[in-house]
């Protein structure tokens, strides 16, 4: 198949795994890296192409040139992170995904409409900190890996802590089981939810601080945080399965309601925790492909039992991208705002 396409991201958070699988597919393959990561991204054979620039947040320069050449963009959390929302919808660059979703999940209460709606149970919410009646996180709004989340006991504690923040923040029922983070792919093509694969966040320092006995703590000045240094893989206990599965079903369901027909497409990921009562609470959702996926760029046991082959996140876009140029269907895995 003559498939003349570029797959191109941003050289950062996935790109590696976006970009492989793109090759593997047969995709033409671009990386826009920095100054700092450009030699990276030359060191592989599977890239094609290198644009640096000083920042990512460049990137928009690039649109007038890359718009004259057939390339599809593949985002990931680094595009969130680094172009504004509005930047996002201007861009008219054929891009994977449904933009639509970004208003929804950009805003923590739009998020949390959504997830209700679609029937998932959520840690509770408190307006304020003379609500609280139990632990609590304090969340930062915008906060990147995890960075400035506070964990606090009552509302002495929050008065004592973080009744002074400027910046805006939620305050959230902390809830205590296991983190689980659930990697999604849906296809528009054939209208099918997968699971992908699943992993645990490594956090520094809530990940360490069972390794000090909690009399060892007493008078000690710790208090736990959040920041993300890496992943680990977790198979989930099989009877756990379907709800992980009818719970990506019931997003998918309620995004067309809400996103347009076409909905919440490609990869999501929920990030839950599970209590004794084996009761998933669900935190939070990333409407594309998150860092985690990265530990499975040769495939996870899920992902084997789909595919018999070696098959990423990153890959299986690629391979959609790929089933929709062959059945000339490109426009139904790219935003309406894509020029074709
Ligand atoms: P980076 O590519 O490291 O600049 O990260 C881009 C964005 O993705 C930042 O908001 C990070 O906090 C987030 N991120 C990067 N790696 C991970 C990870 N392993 N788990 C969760 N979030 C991550
Ligand atoms: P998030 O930014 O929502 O992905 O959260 C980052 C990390 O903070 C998670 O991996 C958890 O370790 C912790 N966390 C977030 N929300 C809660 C919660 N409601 N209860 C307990 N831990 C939480």
């Given amino acids: 198949m003559d498939r003349p396409y570029t797959i191109a991201t941003l050289g950062s958070h996935s790109a590696l795994q976006i970009l492989k699988g793109a090759h593997d597919e047969g995709f033409r393959t671009l990386a826009v890296s920095n100054r700092d990561t450009e030699r990276l991204y030359r060191s592989f054979a599977f890239v094609d192409e290198v644009i640096a620039l000083n920042d990512y947040s460049e990137f928009m320069s690039l649109i007038g040139q890359l718009e004259k050449r057939k390339v599809i963009i593949v985002p990931h959390g680094s595009f969130v992170a680094y172009l504004s929302l509005d930047e996002h919808k201007k861009m008219t660059i054929p891009y994977f995904g449904n933009k639509a979703v970004l208003d929804w999940e950009a805003s923590r209460e739009l998020q949390r409409q959504w997830l209700s709606r679609a029937g998932l149970t959520l840690p509770r919410q408190f307006r304020s900190g003379a609500e609280i009646d139990r632990p609590v996180i304090v969340k930062l709004y915008g906060a990147a890996g995890g960075k400035g989340y506070m964990f606090i006991r009552d509302a002495h504690d929050f ?138 760029i040769d495939g996870s046991p899920y992902s084997y039992l789909n595919y018999s082959e070696p098959m990423s996140t990153g890959r299986r876009i690629a391979r959609e991208i790929k089933n929709a140029l062959l059945t000339n269907n490109l426009h139904l895995v790219l935003d309406d705002s894509s020029i074709l």
């Fill in 159 to 296: 008065e004592a802590r973080a009744a002074h923040l400027k910046e805006a923040y939620i305050i959230q029922e902390y809830i205590i089981g296991v983190p689980l983070y659930i990697h999604y792919f849906y296809s528009p093509l054939q209208r099918k939810l997968e699971i992908m694969s699943m992993d645990r966040r490594y956090e520094t320092n809530v990940d360490s601080l069972g390794r000090i006995p909690a009399a060892a703590q007493e008078g000690m000045d710790v208090s736990p945080s959040y920041v993300v240094v890496g992943n680990q893989p977790v198979s989930l206990r099989e009877s756990m399965l379907a709800e992980a599965l009818r719970m990506g079903d019931e997003l998918v369901r309620v995004s067309k309601e809400i996103c347009g027909p076409k909905g919440l497409f490609g990869a999501f990921c929920i990030e839950t925790i599970i209590t004794p009562d084996i009761q998933f609470y669900v935190m939070e959702i990333s409407a594309r492909i998150v860092a985690g996926t990265n530990l499975f």
